[in-house]
């Protein structure tokens, strides 16, 4: 999203701006966000995420997570007071900002590499330390080789990202206020801890408990990338595996669930997939409060993941939109964006429109093809009726075993009960209420949220559901 300072030359900084190299700046920036609020409140987003926004003076630093101060927002990309700014507006506008943070590691051009605060401010040096085998299921694995664990806390990610020893007292203390200076300077409503199984777990720990204490009211992410929920589950605040230690930590990306996504969408396995992942909710301490995606800056958008199918990709969209948990949408997925890859450059490509010389604007209606409008215009709707109906963002949620590929769930709040049918056929369906009669007692009639038809219900009824879609019913 382009803004003012988006092709200014900062004199000094390592990687300049070149739109021609994937992997490269582009020059979006802070105030190009803030010129976009409106687009993304019609849209109906109600929290942005941003990759880290820290300086990172580096030679490819556009992805921004190997930073070089982690006081100073990256000039490229505006000031620390406009950061602040953006935060006023979103909120303004009944959006949060969510941090992208990182106390893994730091570029290799931070001053601190040069001339280290004290020898064990980093694990290794920067001619011997271990690469890291990324090998994050050692934590909770009980018949673990000891080297493999001290791999996953020491190894460096790369070699341009040194690995700091948050075992250090002095840094530890200098991270965890770092964070909360952060907060209070900025105002932002919650943080997405990067590489989170990476870094030392009694830090990490403090580190939460510290924010929460402080702001009890604060989200934190941890991001996992694991994909077993039996590994993944305990990582969230009150897991059962840890007897003598807890995490802190309320929220969690949960993979598991991303896994599910994968295997029906990209494998063309059943619905059974996503109703079984769901079915193991009974490890995590809290499931509603898990981020759930289909996609992100790191794995394969969301159209590839479908096989570029613009209905089963309304159909994913759907089920994510309105199943438990918190949804996360990759930008561009709201109209279809691919790239056929899984090369970070191209997942991460430019939205057209967000910068000068562009030859169409997709932020608008008019700049967007017919395809793209009707994916944009299904998951807006979809978005609408979250806000609209309570129990679609926090009502408990209540499944019923997948027949014949149509999955069917509610979730409800009080009074308001809302149904959803999935159909995982091509072909255009017709569904029986009678097999589950008890979910209609006292029930007069369904309304059909997207088209607001009235259904009058009878112990008869059957429902006309379209191929690759998700009926979305109000029971009256």
């Known amino acids: 999203m382009n803004g003012d300072t988006s092709n200014d030359v900062v004199e000094g900084m390592r990687d300049s701006m070149d739109r021609r190299d994937k992997i490269r700046r582009h020059g979006g920036d802070i105030q190009g966000i803030i010129n976009k609020l409106d687009y993304l409140e019609d849209l109906g987003i109600t929290a942005i995420w941003i990759n ?13 997570y190997a930073a070089t101060d982690l006081y100073r927002i990256d000039p490229r990309f505006g000031t620390n007071e406009l950061y602040r700014k953006l935060v006023e507006e979103a909120h303004q506008k009944g959006i949060k900002i969510i941090m992208d943070h990182v106390s893994n590691h730091v570029g290799i051009n931070h001053p601190w590499i040069n001339d280290l605060p004290a020898d064990d401010w980093i694990n290794g040096s920067t001619e011997n330390h271990m690469q890291n085998r990324h090998q994050k299921e050692v934590l909770l694995d009980m018949h673990r080789d000891s080297l493999f664990l001290e791999n996953l806390r020491v190894g460096w990610f790369v070699p341009t990202m040194p690995d700091l020893n948050q075992t ?3 840094l530890a203390s200098y991270l965890i206020q770092n964070t909360l200076w952060w907060i209070e300077f900025s105002g932002i409503d919650g943080i997405r801890e990067d590489t989170y199984p990476y870094v030392d777990d009694t830090f990490l720990a403090n580190w939460a408990q510290a924010i929460l204490s402080e702001y009890p009211n604060f989200n934190i992410v941890g991001e996992i990338w694991i994909h077993d929920p039996v590994f993944l589950a305990p990582y ?3 897991g059962n595996f840890f007897s003598d230690f807890n995490t802190f930590l309320p929220s969690i990306t949960d993979f598991g669930i991303f896994e599910a996504f994968g295997r029906v969408f ?14 193991r909710d009974f490890l995590y301490p809290d499931p509603y409060n898990l981020v759930i995606f289909l996609e992100n800056h790191d794995v394969m958008r969301a159209m590839d993941l479908v096989h570029n199918n613009p209905q089963r990709l309304k159909m994913a969209l759907q089920i994510l939109l309105t199943m438990r948990g918190i949804p996360q949408i990759y930008y561009g997925t709201e109209i279809g964006m691919s790239c056929g890859s899984t090369d970070h450059g191209l997942i991460r490509q430019d939205f057209p429109g967000g910068f000068p010389g562009d030859t169409r604007d997709a932020f608008t209606s008019e700049g967007r093809t017919e395809a793209e409008n009707d994916i944009f215009n299904n998951l807006q709707q979809v978005l609408k009726l979250r806000k609209e109906y309570a129990a679609l963002a926090v009502g408990k949620f209540l499944h019923l075993p997948v027949y014949n590929e149509f999955y069917i769930y509610f979730r409800i709040l009080d009074e308001e009960k809302i149904m959803m049918i999935v159909n995982n056929k091509a072909e255009k369906r017709i569904i029986s209420l009678a097999f589950f009669p008890h979910h209609f007692q006292n029930v007069t009639s369904l309304q059909d949220l997207k088209s607001e038809e009235v259904i009058p219900y009878s112990k008869e009824l059957s429902l006309d559901i379209i191929g690759y879609d998700v009926g979305i019913y109000r029971l009256q």
């Open 168 to 170: 250090n007292p002095y």
């Open 236 to 238: 969230q605040k009150d």
């Open 266 to 279: 990209n494998r063309d396995q059943s619905i059974k997939e996503i109703y079984k992942f769901l079915s």
């Open 52 to 64: 880290p926004l820290l300086e990172n003076d580096m030679e490819v630093s556009y992805h921004g």
